[in-house]
Protein backbone atom coordinates (compact mmCIF):
# COMPACT_ATOMS: atom_id res chain seq x y z
CA UNK A 1 0.00 0.00 0.00
CA UNK A 2 1.57 3.40 -0.51
CA UNK A 3 1.00 6.53 1.15
CA UNK A 4 -2.10 6.73 -1.08
CA UNK A 5 -3.92 4.84 1.61
CA UNK A 6 -6.71 5.66 2.69
CA UNK A 7 -6.15 3.74 6.51
CA UNK A 8 -5.82 6.07 9.80
CA UNK A 9 -2.14 6.35 10.83
CA UNK A 10 -1.71 5.37 14.92
CA UNK A 11 -1.31 9.20 17.13
CA UNK A 12 -0.86 9.78 20.33
CA UNK A 13 -2.80 11.23 23.18
CA UNK A 14 -1.16 14.29 23.23
CA UNK A 15 -0.90 15.05 19.32
CA UNK A 16 -4.37 14.30 19.35
CA UNK A 17 -5.22 16.93 22.10
CA UNK A 18 -3.05 19.57 20.10
CA UNK A 19 -4.89 18.80 16.88
CA UNK A 20 -8.43 18.77 18.27
CA UNK A 21 -7.38 22.71 19.53
CA UNK A 22 -5.72 23.67 16.10
CA UNK A 23 -8.62 22.05 14.64
CA UNK A 24 -11.41 23.97 16.51
CA UNK A 25 -9.98 27.01 15.28
CA UNK A 26 -9.82 25.89 11.49
CA UNK A 27 -12.41 27.75 9.08
CA UNK A 28 -11.70 25.61 6.15
CA UNK A 29 -14.17 23.81 4.52
CA UNK A 30 -13.40 19.69 3.52
CA UNK A 31 -14.34 18.56 0.54
CA UNK A 32 -14.70 15.53 -1.83
CA UNK A 33 -13.06 14.78 -5.47
CA UNK A 34 -15.99 14.95 -7.89
CA UNK A 35 -15.63 13.79 -11.45
CA UNK A 36 -18.07 16.12 -12.68
CA UNK A 37 -18.87 19.95 -10.73
CA UNK A 38 -21.71 21.92 -11.48
CA UNK A 39 -18.78 25.11 -12.23
CA UNK A 40 -18.05 22.00 -15.44
CA UNK A 41 -21.78 21.65 -16.22
CA UNK A 42 -22.39 25.38 -15.91
CA UNK A 43 -19.17 26.36 -18.28
CA UNK A 44 -20.29 23.92 -20.89
CA UNK A 45 -24.32 24.95 -20.84
CA UNK A 46 -22.30 28.44 -21.29
CA UNK A 47 -19.82 27.64 -23.70
CA UNK A 48 -22.18 25.61 -25.78
CA UNK A 49 -25.29 27.87 -25.05
CA UNK A 50 -23.37 30.80 -26.26
CA UNK A 51 -21.40 28.95 -29.41
CA UNK A 52 -25.69 28.45 -30.37
CA UNK A 53 -26.29 31.83 -30.36
CA UNK A 54 -23.49 32.80 -32.62
CA UNK A 55 -24.24 30.23 -35.09
CA UNK A 56 -27.82 31.44 -35.07
CA UNK A 57 -26.58 35.07 -35.81
CA UNK A 58 -25.08 34.27 -38.76
CA UNK A 59 -26.78 31.33 -40.15
CA UNK A 60 -30.53 32.15 -39.47
CA UNK A 61 -31.52 34.25 -42.24
CA UNK A 62 -34.37 36.18 -40.48
CA UNK A 63 -31.75 37.14 -37.95
CA UNK A 64 -29.00 37.79 -39.63
CA UNK A 65 -31.31 40.22 -41.56
CA UNK A 66 -33.01 41.73 -38.43
CA UNK A 67 -29.18 41.94 -36.69
CA UNK A 68 -27.32 43.21 -39.97
CA UNK A 69 -23.26 43.01 -40.19
CA UNK A 70 -22.51 46.12 -37.48
CA UNK A 71 -24.81 44.18 -34.71
CA UNK A 72 -23.80 40.78 -35.89
CA UNK A 73 -20.01 41.51 -35.30
CA UNK A 74 -21.08 42.73 -31.60
CA UNK A 75 -22.95 39.62 -31.36
CA UNK A 76 -20.12 37.32 -31.95
CA UNK A 77 -17.39 39.78 -29.90
CA UNK A 78 -19.74 39.01 -26.86
CA UNK A 79 -20.28 35.32 -27.47
CA UNK A 80 -16.23 34.71 -28.43
CA UNK A 81 -15.62 36.74 -24.85
CA UNK A 82 -17.96 34.36 -22.88
CA UNK A 83 -16.76 31.56 -24.43
CA UNK A 84 -13.10 32.62 -23.96
CA UNK A 85 -14.03 33.06 -20.07
CA UNK A 86 -14.87 29.37 -19.92
CA UNK A 87 -12.25 28.03 -21.83
CA UNK A 88 -9.47 29.15 -20.51
CA UNK A 89 -11.14 28.24 -16.49
CA UNK A 90 -10.96 25.07 -17.89
CA UNK A 91 -7.94 24.17 -19.45
CA UNK A 92 -6.50 25.87 -16.62
CA UNK A 93 -7.77 23.40 -13.93
CA UNK A 94 -6.59 20.71 -16.59
CA UNK A 95 -3.71 22.02 -16.81
CA UNK A 96 -3.34 22.15 -12.86
CA UNK A 97 -4.41 18.36 -12.50
CA UNK A 98 -1.99 17.17 -15.39
CA UNK A 99 0.59 19.12 -13.39
CA UNK A 100 0.23 17.41 -10.71
CA UNK A 101 -0.69 14.04 -11.67
CA UNK A 102 2.57 14.13 -14.56
CA UNK A 103 4.28 16.93 -15.02
CA UNK A 104 7.30 18.49 -13.39
CA UNK A 105 4.61 19.18 -10.05
CA UNK A 106 6.92 22.11 -9.23
CA UNK A 107 5.86 24.82 -7.02
CA UNK A 108 7.15 27.82 -9.68
CA UNK A 109 4.65 25.89 -12.22
CA UNK A 110 1.57 26.13 -10.12
CA UNK A 111 2.33 29.49 -9.29
CA UNK A 112 2.69 30.45 -13.10
CA UNK A 113 -0.34 28.60 -13.95
CA UNK A 114 -2.59 30.48 -11.29
CA UNK A 115 -1.08 33.92 -12.32
CA UNK A 116 -1.09 32.93 -15.87
CA UNK A 117 2.94 34.46 -15.44
CA UNK A 118 3.65 34.84 -18.89
CA UNK A 119 7.10 36.00 -18.64
CA UNK A 120 7.88 33.30 -15.23
CA UNK A 121 11.71 32.48 -15.37
CA UNK A 122 11.73 29.08 -13.63
CA UNK A 123 8.43 27.90 -15.52
CA UNK A 124 8.67 24.31 -17.39
CA UNK A 125 7.79 24.69 -21.24
CA UNK A 126 4.91 22.42 -21.59
CA UNK A 127 2.41 25.30 -18.87
CA UNK A 128 4.37 27.92 -20.57
CA UNK A 129 3.19 26.77 -23.56
CA UNK A 130 -0.44 26.26 -22.52
CA UNK A 131 -0.72 30.19 -20.69
CA UNK A 132 0.89 31.81 -24.04
CA UNK A 133 -2.08 29.39 -26.39
CA UNK A 134 -4.62 30.66 -23.48
CA UNK A 135 -3.38 34.45 -24.07
CA UNK A 136 -3.08 34.22 -27.97
CA UNK A 137 -6.26 32.28 -29.02
CA UNK A 138 -9.05 35.09 -28.29
CA UNK A 139 -6.66 37.69 -29.52
CA UNK A 140 -6.42 35.41 -32.90
CA UNK A 141 -10.35 34.72 -33.04
CA UNK A 142 -11.28 37.93 -32.20
CA UNK A 143 -9.30 39.41 -35.04
CA UNK A 144 -10.05 36.33 -37.70
CA UNK A 145 -13.91 36.79 -37.29
CA UNK A 146 -14.26 40.05 -38.29
CA UNK A 147 -12.08 39.06 -41.28
CA UNK A 148 -15.80 37.74 -42.47
CA UNK A 149 -17.67 41.08 -42.96
CA UNK A 150 -18.99 41.98 -46.56
CA UNK A 151 -21.32 39.33 -46.79
CA UNK A 152 -24.99 39.94 -48.01
CA UNK A 153 -28.51 37.87 -46.54
CA UNK A 154 -31.82 37.54 -48.54
CA UNK A 155 -34.76 36.76 -47.45
CA UNK A 156 -38.19 37.05 -49.31
CA UNK A 157 -40.32 39.45 -47.60
CA UNK A 158 -43.91 40.49 -48.19
CA UNK A 159 -44.62 42.98 -50.83
CA UNK A 160 -47.82 45.59 -51.21
CA UNK A 161 -49.54 46.43 -53.98
CA UNK A 162 -47.48 48.18 -56.29
CA UNK A 163 -48.36 51.07 -58.91
CA UNK A 164 -46.26 51.67 -61.92
CA UNK A 165 -45.96 53.84 -64.67
CA UNK A 166 -43.71 56.14 -67.11
CA UNK A 167 -41.85 57.95 -64.10
CA UNK A 168 -38.49 59.24 -63.58
CA UNK A 169 -36.58 58.68 -60.25
CA UNK A 170 -37.54 59.62 -57.05
CA UNK A 171 -36.61 63.35 -56.98
CA UNK A 172 -37.27 64.61 -60.65
CA UNK A 173 -40.57 64.51 -61.21
CA UNK A 174 -42.42 67.53 -62.34
CA UNK A 175 -39.16 69.18 -63.79
CA UNK A 176 -40.02 70.26 -67.22
CA UNK A 177 -40.37 69.73 -70.99
CA UNK A 178 -38.28 66.35 -70.16
CA UNK A 179 -34.64 67.70 -71.51
CA UNK A 180 -33.36 67.05 -68.14
CA UNK A 181 -35.07 63.64 -67.79
CA UNK A 182 -33.44 62.65 -71.33
CA UNK A 183 -29.67 63.74 -69.90
CA UNK A 184 -30.71 61.97 -66.78
CA UNK A 185 -31.32 58.36 -68.23
CA UNK A 186 -29.11 59.01 -71.12
CA UNK A 187 -25.44 60.60 -69.91
CA UNK A 188 -24.77 57.56 -67.98
CA UNK A 189 -24.75 55.15 -70.81
CA UNK A 190 -23.40 57.88 -72.60
CA UNK A 191 -20.18 58.29 -70.89
CA UNK A 192 -19.32 54.17 -70.94
CA UNK A 193 -21.80 52.86 -73.66
CA UNK A 194 -22.03 48.76 -73.45
CA UNK A 195 -24.22 46.30 -74.34
CA UNK A 196 -26.17 43.55 -71.87
CA UNK A 197 -25.84 45.92 -68.90
CA UNK A 198 -28.55 48.48 -67.53
CA UNK A 199 -27.78 52.09 -66.55
CA UNK A 200 -29.14 54.50 -63.84
CA UNK A 201 -32.79 54.25 -62.76
CA UNK A 202 -34.43 52.75 -65.55
CA UNK A 203 -32.22 51.97 -68.93
CA UNK A 204 -31.50 49.07 -70.30
CA UNK A 205 -28.91 47.96 -73.43
CA UNK A 206 -29.69 44.56 -74.18
CA UNK A 207 -27.52 44.71 -77.69
CA UNK A 208 -26.27 46.60 -80.45
CA UNK A 209 -29.27 47.66 -81.92
CA UNK A 210 -31.98 48.03 -79.34
CA UNK A 211 -32.68 50.12 -76.05
CA UNK A 212 -35.58 49.87 -73.19
CA UNK A 213 -36.51 52.67 -71.25
CA UNK A 214 -38.82 51.15 -68.04
CA UNK A 215 -41.57 51.82 -66.69
CA UNK A 216 -40.99 51.71 -63.14
CA UNK A 217 -42.64 51.70 -59.16
CA UNK A 218 -43.98 55.20 -58.59
CA UNK A 219 -41.78 56.97 -56.52
CA UNK A 220 -43.70 57.62 -52.92
CA UNK A 221 -44.02 53.57 -52.86
CA UNK A 222 -40.25 53.51 -53.47
CA UNK A 223 -39.85 56.39 -51.22
CA UNK A 224 -41.91 54.24 -48.19
CA UNK A 225 -39.82 51.21 -48.27
CA UNK A 226 -36.57 53.82 -48.31
CA UNK A 227 -37.77 55.11 -45.64
CA UNK A 228 -37.68 51.32 -43.74
CA UNK A 229 -34.30 50.79 -44.58
CA UNK A 230 -30.84 50.87 -42.52
CA UNK A 231 -27.95 51.79 -43.67
CA UNK A 232 -26.91 48.46 -44.77
CA UNK A 233 -30.08 47.16 -45.79
CA UNK A 234 -31.33 47.10 -49.31
CA UNK A 235 -34.59 45.77 -51.46
CA UNK A 236 -34.67 43.89 -54.39
CA UNK A 237 -38.38 44.30 -56.50
CA UNK A 238 -39.17 42.12 -58.97
CA UNK A 239 -42.18 42.27 -61.21
CA UNK A 240 -43.33 42.78 -64.96
CA UNK A 241 -43.10 46.30 -66.16
CA UNK A 242 -43.80 48.10 -69.36
CA UNK A 243 -40.96 49.77 -71.22
CA UNK A 244 -40.74 52.35 -74.52
CA UNK A 245 -38.38 49.74 -76.76
CA UNK A 246 -36.27 51.85 -79.40
CA UNK A 247 -34.84 49.75 -82.39
CA UNK A 248 -32.59 50.37 -85.02
CA UNK A 249 -33.48 48.86 -88.32
CA UNK A 250 -31.75 50.51 -91.40
CA UNK A 251 -33.38 51.58 -94.43
CA UNK A 252 -32.55 48.24 -96.89
CA UNK A 253 -29.74 49.08 -99.90
CA UNK A 254 -32.39 49.55 -102.48
CA UNK A 255 -34.39 52.06 -99.97
CA UNK A 256 -31.54 54.15 -99.27
CA UNK A 257 -30.36 55.00 -102.97
CA UNK A 258 -34.13 55.34 -104.07
CA UNK A 259 -35.45 58.90 -104.29
CA UNK A 260 -39.01 58.34 -104.07
CA UNK A 261 -38.95 56.32 -101.31
CA UNK A 262 -36.59 59.39 -99.54
CA UNK A 263 -39.45 61.86 -100.77
CA UNK A 264 -42.52 59.37 -99.31
CA UNK A 265 -40.76 59.34 -95.39
CA UNK A 266 -40.25 63.20 -95.86
CA UNK A 267 -43.72 63.91 -97.14
CA UNK A 268 -44.94 61.19 -94.04
CA UNK A 269 -43.43 63.58 -91.60
CA UNK A 270 -44.24 67.22 -93.46
CA UNK A 271 -42.48 70.38 -92.44
CA UNK A 272 -43.19 70.21 -88.64
CA UNK A 273 -42.15 66.83 -88.45
CA UNK A 274 -38.55 67.07 -89.79
CA UNK A 275 -35.71 69.71 -88.26
CA UNK A 276 -32.25 69.97 -90.18
CA UNK A 277 -29.13 72.02 -89.41
CA UNK A 278 -26.02 72.55 -90.34
CA UNK A 279 -22.58 73.13 -88.07
CA UNK A 280 -19.62 75.07 -89.67
CA UNK A 281 -21.25 74.84 -93.17
CA UNK A 282 -21.14 71.38 -93.78
CA UNK A 283 -21.62 68.80 -90.87
CA UNK A 284 -25.68 68.10 -91.27
CA UNK A 285 -27.69 67.23 -88.54
CA UNK A 286 -31.22 66.22 -88.78
CA UNK A 287 -34.08 63.87 -86.59
CA UNK A 288 -37.48 62.99 -88.66
CA UNK A 289 -40.11 62.29 -85.83
CA UNK A 290 -43.77 62.56 -85.58
CA UNK A 291 -45.33 61.64 -88.65
CA UNK A 292 -47.91 64.26 -89.48
CA UNK A 293 -50.82 61.50 -90.28
CA UNK A 294 -51.49 60.53 -86.34
CA UNK A 295 -48.48 62.08 -84.41
CA UNK A 296 -47.21 58.85 -84.92
CA UNK A 297 -43.31 58.27 -83.22
CA UNK A 298 -43.05 54.92 -83.41
CA UNK A 299 -40.60 55.36 -86.62
CA UNK A 300 -38.01 58.19 -85.89
CA UNK A 301 -34.84 58.80 -88.52
CA UNK A 302 -31.38 60.46 -87.14
CA UNK A 303 -28.69 61.58 -89.72
CA UNK A 304 -25.42 63.21 -89.26
CA UNK A 305 -23.63 63.84 -92.10
CA UNK A 306 -20.15 65.50 -93.93
CA UNK A 307 -20.69 67.25 -97.04
CA UNK A 308 -16.91 67.80 -97.87
CA UNK A 309 -16.56 63.81 -97.04
CA UNK A 310 -19.27 63.55 -100.06
CA UNK A 311 -21.97 62.34 -97.25
CA UNK A 312 -26.03 62.74 -98.10
CA UNK A 313 -28.82 62.95 -95.34
CA UNK A 314 -30.02 59.91 -97.12
CA UNK A 315 -26.77 58.05 -96.94
CA UNK A 316 -25.92 58.48 -92.73
CA UNK A 317 -29.73 58.07 -92.19
CA UNK A 318 -30.78 55.71 -89.38
CA UNK A 319 -34.12 54.48 -88.67
CA UNK A 320 -35.26 53.48 -85.58
CA UNK A 321 -38.41 51.88 -84.57
CA UNK A 322 -40.21 52.12 -81.12
CA UNK A 323 -42.73 49.59 -79.39
CA UNK A 324 -44.24 49.58 -76.31
CA UNK A 325 -43.04 46.17 -74.85
CA UNK A 326 -43.85 43.78 -71.73
CA UNK A 327 -40.13 42.97 -69.72
CA UNK A 328 -39.35 41.83 -66.02
CA UNK A 329 -37.21 44.83 -64.01
CA UNK A 330 -35.46 44.40 -61.01
CA UNK A 331 -34.48 47.32 -58.79
CA UNK A 332 -32.65 47.30 -56.02
CA UNK A 333 -33.35 49.77 -53.77
CA UNK A 334 -31.25 51.33 -51.10
CA UNK A 335 -31.29 54.11 -48.46
CA UNK A 336 -29.96 56.63 -50.95
CA UNK A 337 -31.35 55.84 -54.10
CA UNK A 338 -32.99 52.93 -56.90
CA UNK A 339 -31.03 51.92 -59.44
CA UNK A 340 -32.06 48.91 -62.12
CA UNK A 341 -29.72 45.85 -61.74
CA UNK A 342 -31.53 43.27 -64.52
CA UNK A 343 -33.54 43.22 -67.29
CA UNK A 344 -35.55 39.55 -68.13
CA UNK A 345 -37.94 38.13 -70.31
CA UNK A 346 -37.89 41.61 -72.74
CA UNK A 347 -40.55 40.79 -75.32
CA UNK A 348 -39.68 41.13 -79.45
CA UNK A 349 -41.65 43.65 -81.19
CA UNK A 350 -43.67 40.39 -83.03
CA UNK A 351 -44.80 39.74 -78.79
CA UNK A 352 -45.77 43.17 -78.29
CA UNK A 353 -49.08 43.49 -80.41
CA UNK A 354 -51.66 43.50 -77.32
CA UNK A 355 -49.60 45.97 -75.62
CA UNK A 356 -51.35 49.56 -76.08
CA UNK A 357 -49.35 51.74 -78.41
CA UNK A 358 -51.17 54.64 -78.16
CA UNK A 359 -48.97 56.53 -76.21
CA UNK A 360 -45.90 56.74 -79.38
CA UNK A 361 -48.52 55.95 -82.09
CA UNK A 362 -51.14 59.12 -81.48
CA UNK A 363 -49.53 62.08 -79.41
CA UNK A 364 -47.85 65.40 -79.71
CA UNK A 365 -44.55 64.81 -78.08
CA UNK A 366 -42.19 66.96 -80.07
CA UNK A 367 -38.96 65.34 -80.11
CA UNK A 368 -37.42 66.76 -83.08
CA UNK A 369 -38.24 70.42 -81.86
CA UNK A 370 -37.11 69.90 -78.00
CA UNK A 371 -34.29 67.50 -78.55
CA UNK A 372 -32.59 68.27 -81.92
CA UNK A 373 -29.79 70.18 -80.10
CA UNK A 374 -28.51 67.00 -78.54
CA UNK A 375 -28.00 65.25 -82.04
CA UNK A 376 -24.30 67.32 -81.55
CA UNK A 377 -24.51 67.19 -77.62
CA UNK A 378 -23.89 63.58 -78.28
CA UNK A 379 -22.20 64.04 -81.66
CA UNK A 380 -21.35 60.27 -83.12
CA UNK A 381 -19.75 61.02 -85.86
CA UNK A 382 -18.14 64.55 -86.31
CA UNK A 383 -16.16 65.30 -82.91
CA UNK A 384 -12.32 64.60 -84.64
CA UNK A 385 -13.67 67.83 -86.94
CA UNK A 386 -13.12 70.02 -83.80
CA UNK A 387 -11.23 67.66 -81.93
CA UNK A 388 -13.58 66.70 -79.04
CA UNK A 389 -12.67 62.89 -78.08
CA UNK A 390 -15.27 60.89 -76.41
CA UNK A 391 -15.16 61.03 -72.66
CA UNK A 392 -13.29 57.86 -71.26
CA UNK A 393 -10.80 58.08 -74.12
CA UNK A 394 -7.00 59.09 -73.22
CA UNK A 395 -5.32 62.30 -75.37
CA UNK A 396 -2.31 59.84 -76.28
CA UNK A 397 -4.99 57.33 -77.53
CA UNK A 398 -7.83 59.73 -78.46
CA UNK A 399 -11.67 58.18 -79.63
CA UNK A 400 -13.83 60.20 -82.15
CA UNK A 401 -16.40 57.58 -82.36
CA UNK A 402 -18.44 55.19 -80.33
CA UNK A 403 -17.35 51.53 -80.27
CA UNK A 404 -21.35 50.98 -80.40
CA UNK A 405 -24.27 52.20 -81.64
CA UNK A 406 -25.50 54.95 -79.18
CA UNK A 407 -28.58 56.14 -81.04
CA UNK A 408 -30.93 53.79 -80.47
CA UNK A 409 -30.45 54.48 -76.69
CA UNK A 410 -30.51 57.98 -77.55
CA UNK A 411 -34.17 57.86 -79.33
CA UNK A 412 -35.55 55.95 -76.50
CA UNK A 413 -34.84 58.43 -73.96
CA UNK A 414 -36.12 61.35 -75.92
CA UNK A 415 -39.88 59.38 -76.52
CA UNK A 416 -39.51 58.45 -72.10
CA UNK A 417 -38.89 61.91 -71.13
CA UNK A 418 -40.99 63.41 -73.06
CA UNK A 419 -43.77 60.76 -72.11
CA UNK A 420 -43.03 61.49 -68.45
CA UNK A 421 -42.61 65.15 -68.69
CA UNK A 422 -46.76 65.27 -70.28
CA UNK A 423 -48.12 62.61 -69.55
CA UNK A 424 -46.48 60.68 -66.35
CA UNK A 425 -49.10 59.52 -63.41
CA UNK A 426 -47.85 62.88 -61.29
CA UNK A 427 -49.30 65.25 -64.02
CA UNK A 428 -52.86 64.29 -63.43
CA UNK A 429 -53.39 63.91 -59.25
CA UNK A 430 -57.17 63.66 -58.89
CA UNK A 431 -57.79 63.65 -62.99
CA UNK A 432 -58.33 60.68 -65.47
CA UNK A 433 -54.85 60.07 -67.21
CA UNK A 434 -54.96 60.72 -71.07
CA UNK A 435 -52.80 57.93 -71.88
CA UNK A 436 -53.96 55.01 -69.10
CA UNK A 437 -51.39 52.65 -70.20
CA UNK A 438 -48.51 54.70 -68.39
CA UNK A 439 -49.89 53.75 -65.22
CA UNK A 440 -50.68 49.87 -64.37
CA UNK A 441 -50.66 47.97 -60.61
CA UNK A 442 -49.03 44.85 -59.67
CA UNK A 443 -50.46 42.94 -56.90
CA UNK A 444 -48.42 41.13 -53.93
CA UNK A 445 -48.64 37.61 -55.81
CA UNK A 446 -47.27 39.33 -59.28
CA UNK A 447 -44.82 40.86 -57.47
CA UNK A 448 -41.16 39.06 -56.03
CA UNK A 449 -39.40 41.09 -53.05
CA UNK A 450 -35.79 40.12 -51.10
CA UNK A 451 -34.39 42.23 -48.28
CA UNK A 452 -30.74 42.20 -48.59
CA UNK A 453 -28.95 43.38 -45.50
CA UNK A 454 -25.21 43.41 -45.40
CA UNK A 455 -24.08 40.46 -42.87
CA UNK A 456 -21.17 38.46 -42.15
CA UNK A 457 -20.36 36.03 -44.70
CA UNK A 458 -21.99 32.40 -44.13
CA UNK A 459 -19.26 30.55 -44.25
CA UNK A 460 -18.27 27.30 -43.03
CA UNK A 461 -15.01 28.80 -41.35
CA UNK A 462 -16.51 31.59 -39.70
CA UNK A 463 -18.67 28.25 -38.04
CA UNK A 464 -15.39 26.44 -37.39
CA UNK A 465 -13.95 29.81 -35.61
CA UNK A 466 -17.04 29.92 -33.00
CA UNK A 467 -16.85 26.55 -32.34
CA UNK A 468 -12.81 26.43 -31.49
CA UNK A 469 -14.04 27.53 -27.82
CA UNK A 470 -16.63 25.05 -27.06
CA UNK A 471 -14.43 22.11 -28.42
CA UNK A 472 -11.68 23.19 -26.20
CA UNK A 473 -13.74 23.40 -23.38
CA UNK A 474 -15.53 19.88 -23.45
CA UNK A 475 -11.89 18.39 -24.06
CA UNK A 476 -11.14 19.98 -20.83
CA UNK A 477 -14.20 18.75 -18.87
CA UNK A 478 -13.70 15.01 -20.24
CA UNK A 479 -9.83 15.58 -19.32
CA UNK A 480 -10.66 16.80 -15.86
CA UNK A 481 -13.06 13.44 -15.37
CA UNK A 482 -10.29 11.76 -16.32
CA UNK A 483 -7.91 13.27 -13.46
CA UNK A 484 -10.76 13.97 -11.06
CA UNK A 485 -8.78 12.08 -8.45
CA UNK A 486 -5.81 13.97 -8.83
CA UNK A 487 -5.63 16.04 -5.60
CA UNK A 488 -6.18 19.59 -7.18
CA UNK A 489 -10.33 20.54 -7.19
CA UNK A 490 -12.03 23.51 -9.01
CA UNK A 491 -11.63 26.09 -6.49
CA UNK A 492 -7.95 25.12 -6.27
CA UNK A 493 -5.96 28.38 -5.36
CA UNK A 494 -3.78 30.61 -2.90
CA UNK A 495 -5.48 29.10 0.30
CA UNK A 496 -5.06 25.72 -0.51
CA UNK A 497 -1.51 25.68 -0.63
CA UNK A 498 -1.42 27.62 2.73
CA UNK A 499 -4.32 25.14 4.06
CA UNK A 500 -1.85 22.04 3.20
CA UNK A 501 1.75 23.49 3.75
CA UNK A 502 3.90 22.30 6.84
CA UNK A 503 5.72 24.23 9.20
CA UNK A 504 8.98 22.38 7.72
CA UNK A 505 7.83 22.88 4.12
CA UNK A 506 7.55 26.76 5.24
CA UNK A 507 11.10 27.29 6.16
CA UNK A 508 12.11 26.25 2.83
CA UNK A 509 10.48 28.75 1.55
CA UNK A 510 11.83 31.62 4.05
CA UNK A 511 12.90 34.91 2.04
CA UNK A 512 10.33 34.57 -0.59
CA UNK A 513 7.52 36.40 1.06
CA UNK A 514 7.80 39.93 -0.83
CA UNK A 515 10.15 38.44 -3.74
CA UNK A 516 7.66 35.72 -4.46
CA UNK A 517 10.87 34.16 -6.24
CA UNK A 518 12.99 31.06 -5.31
CA UNK A 519 16.57 30.21 -6.52
CA UNK A 520 15.81 26.83 -7.22
CA UNK A 521 12.92 24.52 -8.75
CA UNK A 522 10.88 22.86 -6.27
CA UNK A 523 9.12 19.77 -6.15
CA UNK A 524 5.83 19.51 -3.85
CA UNK A 525 3.97 16.63 -3.51
CA UNK A 526 -0.30 16.56 -1.84
CA UNK A 527 0.00 13.71 0.84
CA UNK A 528 -3.04 12.16 2.68
CA UNK A 529 -2.71 12.42 6.09
CA UNK A 530 -5.62 12.03 8.89
CA UNK A 531 -7.92 14.89 10.57
CA UNK A 532 -10.41 15.43 12.92
CA UNK A 533 -13.60 17.97 12.92
CA UNK A 534 -13.69 20.20 15.94
CA UNK A 535 -16.17 17.04 18.27
CA UNK A 536 -12.81 14.99 17.98
CA UNK A 537 -14.25 12.31 15.81
CA UNK A 538 -12.70 11.56 12.94
CA UNK A 539 -14.26 13.70 9.93
CA UNK A 540 -11.78 13.95 6.79
CA UNK A 541 -8.16 12.76 5.63
CA UNK A 542 -5.83 16.08 5.34
CA UNK A 543 -4.02 16.70 2.46
CA UNK A 544 -0.40 17.93 3.22
CA UNK A 545 1.89 19.89 1.41
CA UNK A 546 5.38 18.88 0.99
CA UNK A 547 7.89 20.79 -0.14
CA UNK A 548 10.93 19.49 -1.80
CA UNK A 549 9.66 16.13 -2.23
CA UNK A 550 10.49 13.78 -5.31
CA UNK A 551 7.59 11.28 -5.30
CA UNK A 552 3.69 11.45 -6.89
CA UNK A 553 1.09 13.32 -5.34
CA UNK A 554 -1.30 11.22 -3.82
CA UNK A 555 -4.76 9.49 -5.61
CA UNK A 556 -7.94 10.29 -3.91
CA UNK A 557 -11.09 8.32 -3.27
CA UNK A 558 -14.28 9.98 -4.66
CA UNK A 559 -15.87 8.32 -1.04
CA UNK A 560 -13.77 10.38 1.30
CA UNK A 561 -13.99 13.89 2.61
CA UNK A 562 -10.35 15.85 2.27
CA UNK A 563 -9.07 19.13 3.78
Known amino acids: MTSSSLEPSVVTPSLLVKEQAAESEATGIPCQVQRISWTDVLALAISCITCAIGIVAVLERRTAVLLGQTNQLVVLGLTLGIMAFSTQRQVQKLTLLYEVRYGASTLQNLDAILQKHYFASSMTWQPRLVIWFLLLLPLALGASYKKFSGGSTERITQALKMPIGATAAPGYQLIGDGLSLMVTVYLSFWLNPAIGRTYGFNLYVPDNRTAAVLDAPLPAYLSNLQSKLEIDQSILINASVYATVTQRINPSVAERSDPEYWADVRDSYGKDGIKEEFDFGHLGMSILAGQKARHDYSQVYLSRWNTTASQTFESQAERFVSTRRTCTGIWNVTQAKVSLVRVTDLQTAEQSDHVDQEAIRNNILSIGAIFYQFLGEFDWTGREEWQQRLPGSSAEHPTFIPSINTRSALVAAMLWSRLVSRYGPERYDNMPMEHPSLLHERQPNEIRMIKQSRTLKRSSSLIFILCINPSLTISAVLGKTVLFRTPISDDFGLISLLAGINGSSVEKLRGAALSGNLMK ?38 RMLYG
Do not use: A, C
Not at 534 to 540: A, I, K, M, N, S
Not at 548 to 556: A, E, P
Open 521 to 558: KIRVRFSVGHGRDDTGHTGYHRLELEVDSQKRSDILSP
